[in-house]
T-cell receptor, first 112, second 114 residues
Framework: QQQVKQSPQSLIVQKGGISIINCAYE??????FPWYQQFPGKGPALLIA?????SEKKEGRFTISFNKSAKQFSLHIMDSQPGDSATYFC???????????FGTGTRLKVLA | DAGVTQSPTHLIKTRGQQVTLRCSPK?????VSWYQQALGQGPQFIFQ???????QRGNFPDRFSGHQYPNYSSELNVNALLLGDSALYLC?????????????FGDGTRLSIL
């Protein structure tokens, strides 16, 4: 019940295309859903986060869509760029605990 | 404003040895969490320290222990190292006072066990 399932494992997108990464969770107590970007040799860096009281949040080229009833959320990267090539992790947590459950990651490659 | 800093960057140990990893949280943060990230996997929560006490713990054996100092910096200790302990160990900091999620991560310590 603590798992966060992430797909796809890897993704190849042309420059300018849309990258879509999906996650699903089971624990309905989760109320905070961040996405992290990780480059080789670096720690995860926060991209964008959402709480279940909204269905969508947009920051620049990055959008989170959230479906509370389906217990699913997704990251959309619009106008994908080669510099976006990295591993992306979704995560879920309970407010006040600061304990995140991470997905297994999606390795994104954007072709120039 | 320095972010989360971890030391050392890389470490090589042999089976059975003990290791100590160090973390300084982002300025203004008072809570430190430790994660283990195996190659090709997502980070897994080890434990968390606040007010110099372990507040939460993940599914890790008691070979993994920690400490938090009054200046909020933290250490992760692993005893009786196993080959399976080879991983990137990440420290993340946050602030309880500001209900400040998200956590900010350091760049980790790469631990290799021979």
């Amino acid at each position: 019940q603590q798992q966060v399932k992430q797909s796809p494992q890897s993704l190849i997108v042309q420059k300018g295309g849309i990258s879509i990464i999906n996650c699903a969770y089971e624990n309905t107590a989760f109320d905070y859903f961040p996405w992290y970007q990780q480059f080789p040799g670096k720690g995860p860096a926060l991209l964008i986060a959402i709480r279940p009281d909204v269905s969508e949040k947009k920051e620049g080229r990055f959008t989170i869509s959230f479906n509370k009833s389906a217990k699913q959320f997704s990251l959309h990267i619009m106008d994908s760029q080669p510099g976006d090539s990295a591993t992306y992790f979704c995560a879920a947590g309970i407010s006040g605990t600061y304990k995140y459950i991470f997905g297994t990651g999606t390795r994104l490659k954007v072709l120039a | 404003d320095a972010g989360v800093t971890q030391s050392p960057t890389h470490l090589i140990k042999t089976r059975g040895q003990q290791v100590t990893l160090r973390c300084s949280p982002k300025s203004g943060h008072d809570t430190v969490s430790w994660y283990q990230q195996a190659l090709g996997q997502g980070p897994q929560f080890i434990f968390q320290y606040y007010e110099e006490e372990e507040r939460q713990r993940g599914n890790f054996p008691d070979r993994f222990s920690g400490h938090q100092y009054p200046n909020y910096s933290s250490e992760l200790n692993v005893n009786a190292l196993l080959l399976g302990d080879s991983a990137l160990y990440l420290c993340a900091s946050s602030s309880v006072r500001g209900r400040a999620q998200p956590q900010h991560f350091g760049d980790g310590t790469r631990l290799s066990i021979l």
